[in-house]
């Protein structure tokens, strides 16, 4: 980290956690970011769903859920990156307070509740941005929907052709039933409701599902089964945590989703499990608890064909991606990797 990034979050620490995340976004806009472009090499080099990724270390969604800096993050790093989530209408999420710094765990808890300015303004920023790394959108639904399916397929059309790939939440923990829609029957039909509107573009795009890391395990098998009958390109495990288990943080006793370093452990073993499950049907992305090379490597050898990071910056800063990056070719080198893909999954065992 910086020096100078180094005082900047200092300082962001000392505001309310969503000021300082609105402060960020700013921060980007005005061009004070530190960024190089996409680290890469021949090792880092891969291929996620047919994207052509510089290094498979990507953004989360949920940094910028309005897709307002998407230049200045292409500039960071990152191998590719997810914005959103985006529902069809704008609306204003859950009351504030609804973002927590958990700082003895390195961890957060947010229940912002899929706020965003709604489909028609993140689509009219995805068409005029500039092309460069892969940029994907995560689909969410509007909380007062009366058809909440729909509202993922209505997303994917509007702003489908604007983006590389899509991705349908169905896990946050923040929009009142909305895990209900991970069960069999409900998935697959939201999930071909979702693909039929995939058809319907120009440019049919990857289609990926984000799962919840507090299912069980038939629960994760009925999601492999139904993610290769409805022709998912992907799968991207995880999204936060309702437990909070081993957390020091006062903080701990706030409602919503947990992301950050105690997801680490949980949300790779899930990554395990569907990587036993799918065997190579399809690629996976490992997010939950990325906060140095060596949980990404975790991630790859555990079964994911790229990671992606989002809370660990709170605590290690925006050149935090590089870092990652570089640190990951490093250790693809020690261990004799000639590609980050000859890794993936080697070391899936070790998390049954």
């Given at each position: 980290m910086k020096v100078l990034e180094r005082i900047a979050l200092a300082g962001m620490h000392c505001v309310d956690p969503e000021r300082a995340h609105g402060l960020a976004v700013q921060s980007l806009k005005l061009g004070l970011g530190f960024g190089q472009g996409p680290i890469s090499s021949p090792r880092l080099r891969t291929t996620l769903a047919g994207l052509e990724l510089a290094n498979p270390v990507g953004l989360a969604a949920g940094f910028d859920k309005n897709a307002e800096v998407v230049g200045p993050l292409a500039q960071a790093g990152f191998g590719f990156l997810e914005v959103g989530a985006a529902t069809p209408r704008p609306q204003p999420g859950n009351p504030k307070p609804r973002l927590f710094r958990?700082?003895?765990?390195?961890?957060?808890?947010?229940?912002?509740?899929?706020?965003?300015?709604?489909?028609?303004?993140?689509?009219?920023?995805?068409?005029?941005?500039?092309?460069?790394?892969?940029?994907?959108?995560?689909?969410?639904?509007?909380?007062?929907?009366?058809?909440?399916?729909?509202?993922?397929?209505?997303?994917?059309?509007?702003?489908?052709?604007?983006?590389?790939?899509?991705?349908?939440?169905?896990?946050?923990?923040?929009?009142?039933?909305?895990?209900?829609?991970?069960?069999?029957?409900?998935?697959?039909?939201?999930?071909?409701?979702?693909?039929?509107?995939?058809?319907?573009?120009?440019?049919?795009?990857?289609?990926?599902?984000?799962?919840?890391?507090d299912l069980d395990d038939d629960a994760l098998a009925e999601i492999a089964e139904v993610a290769v009958e409805t022709g998912l390109a992907g799968i991207i495990a995880t999204n936060t945590t309702l437990s909070r288990d081993g957390l020091k943080s006062p903080h701990k006793v706030e409602a919503g989703g947990l992301s950050g370093q105690p997801v680490f452990e949980k949300s790779t073993r899930v990554l395990a499990q569907l990587s036993e499950l799918l065997d190579g049907a399809m690629p996976l992305v490992g997010v939950g608890g990325v906060g140095s090379a060596e949980q990404a490597y975790a991630k790859i050898r555990a079964g994911a064909s790229a990671v992606q990071i989002y809370t660990a910056m709170v605590y290690g800063g925006l050149s935090l991606a590089g870092e990652i990056a570089q640190g990951l070719d490093q250790l693809l080198e020690r261990d004799g990797f000639a590609h980050v893909a000859d890794a993936v999954g080697i070391g899936r065992g070790d998390w049954l």
């Open positions: 958990l700082t003895e765990d390195q961890a957060a808890i947010n229940r912002f509740g899929f706020n965003n300015e709604g489909m028609d303004v993140i689509a009219e920023r995805l068409a005029s941005r500039v092309v460069g790394v892969p940029v994907g959108l995560n689909l969410g639904a509007n909380k007062d929907s009366q058809d909440r399916a729909q509202d993922f397929a209505t997303v994917l059309r509007r702003c489908g052709p604007h983006v590389d790939f899509a991705t349908v939440n169905v896990s946050s923990p923040n929009t009142e039933k909305l895990r209900d829609l991970q069960g069999r029957a409900a998935l697959s039909a939201l999930l071909t409701g979702v693909m039929e509107a995939r058809s319907e573009l120009r440019s049919p795009i990857p289609v990926f599902l984000k799962i919840a890391p």
